[in-house]
C-alpha cells in the first residue's frame, strides 16, 4: 500500500481554509457595500429634509417681509393723515383715513412674532429665518456630512476586502500548484501560498477591527 502524502492532505485543508475565509471576507465585503448604499440613502434623505426646512424657513420669511413692509407703509400713511387731520380739524374724512391706516398697520404687524423686532422696529432677518429653521429642524435629521462620511468609510472598506480576496485568490493559486507539482518547488510554493494568507488574514483583521486606511487628497 502507498503511504499518505501527509503534505498533500496539509495542502488540501489549507485550500479548504482559505477557501471558507474568502467566503467571509467576501460576505463582509458586500456588507460594507450594504451599509455604504443605506448610509448614502440616509445623506440623501437629510440633505432634502435640511433644503426643505431652508425652503420653509425662507418662506415665512418672506411673509414676515411682505408683513412688514405693509406695516411701514400703513403706519407712515396713518401717521400722515393723522398729521393732515390735526391741521384740518374739519375734515373728518382725514381722520377715518389716519384710523383706518392705523388699523391697517396694526394688523401687518399684529402678523410678525415681536421677539422678530429689533429695538428700532426693525425686523431681524437672521434672527427671524435662523429661528424658523431651528424650530422646522426638530426631531428631524438634516446633517447630511455624518452620513456620506460613514458611505466613504463603508465603501472604502468593501474595496480593501475585495482587494483582499483578490489575494487570497493568488493564495489558492499557489497552493494549487503546491499541490499538482511533486518536486522541491512545491515547497516553495507553499512556504509563498502560507505567507500570502497569512498577511491576507492580518490585512482582513485590522480591516475589520480597526477600519480600513483612509486616504484624502
Same mark, same amino acid.
Given at each position: 500500500?502507498?503511504?499518505?502524502?501527509?503534505?498533500?492532505?496539509?495542502?488540501?485543508?489549507?485550500? /479548504?481554509?482559505?477557501?471558507?475565509?474568502?467566503?467571509?471576507?467576501?460576505?463582509?465585503?458586500?456588507?460594507? *457595500?450594504?451599509?455604504?448604499?443605506?448610509? +448614502?440613502?440616509?445623506?440623501?434623505? %437629510?440633505?432634502?429634509?435640511?433644503?426643505?426646512? +431652508?425652503?420653509?424657513?425662507?418662506?415665512?420669511?418672506?411673509?414676515?417681509?411682505?408683513?412688514?413692509?405693509?406695516?411701514?407703509?400703513?403706519?407712515?400713511?396713518?401717521?400722515?393723515?393723522?398729521?393732515? %387731520?390735526? %391741521? +384740518?380739524?374739519?375734515?373728518?374724512?382725514?381722520?377715518?383715513?389716519?384710523?383706518?391706516?392705523?388699523? /391697517?398697520?396694526?394688523?401687518?404687524?399684529?402678523?410678525?412674532?415681536?421677539?422678530?423686532?429689533?429695538?428700532?422696529?426693525?425686523?431681524?432677518? =437672521?434672527?427671524?429665518?435662523?429661528?424658523?429653521?431651528? =424650530?422646522?429642524?426638530? +426631531?428631524?435629521?438634516?446633517?447630511?456630512?455624518?452620513?456620506?462620511?460613514?458611505?466613504?468609510?463603508? =465603501?472604502?472598506?468593501? =474595496?480593501?476586502?475585495?482587494?483582499?480576496?483578490?489575494?487570497?485568490?493568488?493564495?489558492?493559486?499557489?497552493?494549487?500548484?503546491?499541490?499538482?507539482?511533486?518536486?522541491? *518547488?512545491?515547497? *516553495?510554493?507553499?512556504?509563498?501560498?502560507?505567507?500570502?494568507?497569512?498577511?491576507?488574514?492580518?490585512?482582513?483583521?485590522?480591516?475589520?477591527?480597526?477600519?480600513?486606511?483612509?486616504?484624502?487628497?
Amino acid at each position: 500500500m502507498e503511504k499518505p502524502d501527509r503534505l498533500r492532505t496539509f495542502i488540501a485543508v489549507l485550500i /479548504a481554509t482559505v477557501t471558507v475565509v474568502g467566503a467571509i471576507i467576501a460576505w463582509r465585503a458586500a456588507v460594507g *457595500l450594504s451599509d455604504a448604499s443605506s448610509a +448614502n440613502t440616509r445623506g440623501i434623505l %437629510a440633505t432634502v429634509e435640511r433644503e426643505d426646512v +431652508n425652503t420653509r424657513a425662507t418662506i415665512t420669511l418672506f411673509g414676515h417681509l411682505a408683513a412688514y413692509s405693509a406695516f411701514v407703509r400703513d403706519d407712515a400713511l396713518a401717521k400722515a393723515y393723522s398729521d393732515l %387731520a390735526g %391741521a +384740518n380739524p374739519q375734515r373728518t374724512d382725514l381722520t377715518n383715513y389716519a384710523r383706518a391706516f392705523r388699523l /391697517a398697520a396694526n394688523y401687518a404687524q399684529d402678523l410678525i412674532p415681536p421677539a422678530y423686532i429689533d429695538r428700532d422696529e426693525k425686523l431681524d432677518r =437672521q434672527r427671524d429665518l435662523g429661528e424658523n429653521i431651528a =424650530q422646522g429642524s426638530l +426631531n428631524k435629521d438634516i446633517e447630511p456630512e455624518p452620513h456620506f462620511a460613514d458611505a466613504g468609510i463603508s =465603501q472604502q472598506k468593501a =474595496q480593501w476586502l475585495l482587494a483582499d480576496l483578490i489575494l487570497l485568490g493568488a493564495v489558492l493559486v499557489l497552493l494549487t500548484l503546491a499541490d499538482a507539482i511533486q518536486n522541491l *518547488l512545491r515547497y *516553495l510554493l507553499l512556504l509563498g501560498g502560507v505567507g500570502l494568507f497569512g498577511i491576507s488574514m492580518m490585512i482582513a483583521l485590522v480591516i475589520e477591527f480597526f477600519g480600513p486606511p483612509i486616504f484624502t487628497p
